[in-house]
């Protein structure tokens, strides 16, 4: 699988996709944007697009453009919730660097 929810993840996108009968899917991508290049960006959804690459994991249908999944391929997505913060939390093994604040990432290149 190229995309992987942990039971956390999936908790809570669940309860997100309950209360929003348009919403379906969890839609993940990646956007130029941050300090450092690139940032996650997690919405739920409920539209499939011609080139979505479409997962499973854990009962959540998961949508990713094509772009996006060659920086998200192999991520693990946990959900975390420490002391007031909460928020998705991406293992991914594409990523070389974070920015100091954490919110975006370079991409290793060959």
Not at 2 to 22: G, M, R, S, W, Y
Not at 25 to 36: H, Q
Not at 78 to 89: Q, V
């Amino acid at each position: 699988m190229a995309i992987e929810l942990t039971q956390n993840a999936v908790n809570h996108v669940q309860k997100f996709i309950q209360k929003d009968p348009e919403s379906e899917y969890l839609r993940l991508a990646v956007k130029p944007t941050g300090c450092s290049g690139f940032m996650y960006e997690v919405t739920t959804t409920g539209e499939k697009i011609d080139n979505d690459c479409v997962f499973n994991s854990g009962g959540i249908t998961i949508v990713v453009d094509e772009q996006s999944l060659k920086y998200l391929t192999g991520s693990k997505i946990d959900f975390t919730e420490e002391g007031l913060n909460k928020g998705f939390k991406f293992n991914n093994p594409n990523v070389a660097a974070t920015c100091g604040c954490g919110e975006s990432f370079t991409i290793e290149t060959d």
